[in-house]
């Protein structure tokens, strides 16, 4: 394991270093009533230390658990960095997620207090609180409570304390797993499981106080929390925190992000965006589109050569200032990078976004690494790839998880594994590894290592199934790969002990509506689902974006639905991954018809 002297030690190192490096550097901005306001690192590190206090009123104590449930906001943040600053650990839920799963974290974290958005959701927590002995207070961020729990608001009338530094073993968060295959397992997660992550950035990753983000991405999930919120707070950044996700693209124009850090799902939706309307509009600026993408495309195959083209050089400056400069402009005009993680991305999609002139990096990890195991970063970058090991990380390829000789499970070992399951021994059991007396974790990801040391995610080891004749097919890649068509919106491929593959497939509506209007259809999804002409034009999209895959992968039947997989039916987690079972339950009669 290659040596690493990390920069900080602890999330409250990187507290105390940022407030007083940055204070009158803007950190947080929110849109109120049509415009931008933005609080200062000073402010909202004042309005940190004072919630301390409050908390050390309300008897919070080193080792006790904080929770949780609301959407991004400086609050949030407050109620994290005062939580580690009392030597606590901080769990966050997700404002979408059901009341069973907040009654089953709660109750097995064992929070003292409860931070929540809002008394809508004060209210719901009041229908089981009988459940909590462990839950004292209850803290409601906006509005006024009615239940007799505090306001936020009230807790800020208290002065600073002196903090706790709760040292690098000391833990800081409580992650609960989205729980596709049950329920949700509490990750521990050490400061030094987080600072190291976040030291781990500032080597590799380019990012400086001038940069900006628009933060939509929930900092429930590791993902956001440690790349956007630590990371960026380390390093005096500012994050513009966006209105909802379907305000995204208009936010982009106002804030003027330099940072697009994101997960495939929104990336897939600006290249579907972007294809559909140039299809729609046709004619020179569709040409001029193909391009322009095709000569950016030209430009980095001579690149990876070693050679150039004056011509080309010139053809793409007159066609980046025609075309791509003008979508960067829909951005905010000044988008450099976009990092991407929680899922793969497709390679299609990584060059088209990187062809637009924003240099993709695209990452890999899970709640249970902190989350960063690997990362593409200047001068290690190979889109297709999840990168190299961060400084202090070690990936190993365990062949025998799939009988395979070349893609085998990822296995990880470093600073960024987690403490463990909380009260979870069995699953501990399952996934640490020890290797010439170091502990690595199981990933439950399949994936190989490259003759340059980068490492490809090909699926999830769980996933794999086997059909009738013994091959084996490991679903996802094809999914994401039927999603990349403007008229697909989801997709699940199934085929477990089948003589052959289907799949039930989820028609972007949206996208069909002028489609189906050109065409006399209703265009209800119930009633558009059954048409033959959407039937015609999806058998075919698939058989479109199948193409590359082997017969036995390919899915030989369709099912057509009309239900989204969404996280309010619960057929997607609060980070958009698919819960295969569920999704089972839901079409299985669908699934079963197509056997028969």
């Known amino acids: 394991m290659s040596e690493f002297q990390p920069k900080f030690e602890s999330l409250v190192q990187v507290f105390n ?103 809508k959701i004060a209210e719901r927590v009041r229908g089981f ?71 781990a950035m500032h ?11 628009l933060c939509f991405l929930p900092w429930a999930h590791s993902f956001g929390q440690t790349v956007e919120l630590h990371g960026l707070l380390s390093m005096g950044g500012s994050l513009g925190l966006a209105e909802a996700v379907d305000q995204i693209i208009a936010n982009l124009a106002e804030v003027k992000p330099t940072l697009f850090i994101s997960v495939p799902r929104v990336f897939n939706r600006i290249y579907d965006g972007l294809h559909a309307r140039m299809n729609e509009e046709g004619g020179l600026k569709k040409k001029l589109f193909e391009a322009a993408l095709e000569t950016a495309a030209e430009r980095k195959r001579l690149a990876a050569e070693g050679k150039r083209s004056g011509w080309l050089d010139f053809k793409f400056k007159i066609l980046d200032g025609l075309v791509f400069s003008k979508v960067r402009e829909r951005f905010g005009g000044r988008l450099k990078y976009a990092f991407s993680g929680g899922a793969a991305i497709s390679k299609e999609v990584a060059e088209f976004i990187d062809n637009l002139g924003i240099t993709v990096y695209e990452g890999y990890g ?28 070690e990936i190993e390829i365990d062949v025998s998880a799939t009988d395979d000789p070349i ?76 999603k990349l068509s403007p008229y697909i919106s989801n997709a699940m491929v199934y085929g477990m002990n089948r003589e052959f593959n289907v799949a039930v497939v989820i028609p972007d509506y949206e996208a069909l509506q002028g489609w189906a209007k050109e065409r006399g259809l209703d265009a209800d999804p119930a009633s558009l689902a059954k048409s033959d002409e959407l039937r015609a034009l999806i058998e075919q999209e698939v058989n479109k974006f ?36 569920v999704v089972q339950q839901r079409y299985g009669d669908a699934i079963e018809s197509l056997y028969t």
């Open 17 to 119: 270093a940022s407030i007083e490096k940055f204070g009158d550097r803007a950190l947080f901005g929110i849109k109120r009533d049509g415009q931008w306001h933005w609080m200062t690192y000073g402010e909202w590190g004042d309005r940190t230390r004072r919630l301390r206090t409050a908390l050390q009123r309300l008897d919070v104590q080193a080792g006790d658990r904080v929770a949780i449930i609301a959407n991004n906001s400086p609050e949030w943040a407050m109620g994290a960095y005062a939580s580690y600053g009392l030597g606590a650990a901080y769990v966050a839920m997700y404002e979408s997620q059901l009341d069973k799963d907040w009654k089953h974290i709660l109750k097995d974290c064992g929070a003292k207090v409860l931070f929540v958005a809002n008394e």
């Open 129 to 199: 609180r009988d459940g909590l002995p462990d839950l004292k207070e209850v803290v409601v961020l906006s509005g006024t409570p009615k239940g007799g729990e505090h306001a936020f608001a009230d807790l800020l009338q208290h002065e600073a304390s002196d903090l706790v530094d709760p040292g690098p073993d000391g833990i800081a968060d409580f992650i609960y797993t989205s729980g596709t295959t049950g329920e949700p397992k509490g990750v521990r997660l050490t400061h030094r499981n987080l600072a190291y992550n976040v030291s």
């Open 203 to 213: 080597v590799l990753l380019p990012m400086e106080p001038d940069d900006r983000s």
């Open 366 to 393: 899970l709640s249970e690494t902190s989350p960063i195991a690997t990362a593409n970063y200047p001068g290690a970058r190979k889109i297709g790839s999840v990168g190299k090991p961060i400084p202090g990380v």
């Open 407 to 482: 893609q085998g499970e990822v296995l990880i070992f470093g600073h960024n594994i987690m403490e463990g399951y909380h009260n979870l021994e069995k699953a501990n059991a399952e996934v640490f590894v020890e290797r010439n007396g170091k502990r690595g974790f199981r990933s439950g990801d399949m994936g190989l290592i490259d003759d340059e040391g980068f490492l490809h995610i090909t699926g999830r080891v769980k996933e794999q199934y086997k059909l009738l004749n013994g091959k084996y097919v490991v679903p996802t890649p094809l999914e994401e790969k039927l």
């Open 546 to 581: 199948s193409a590359e895959f082997k017969g036995y992968e390919r899915a030989r039947k369709i099912f057509i639905g009309d239900e989204d997989f969404t996280t309010e039916n619960d057929m997607l987690t609060p980070t958009l991954k698919l819960k295969r079972r």
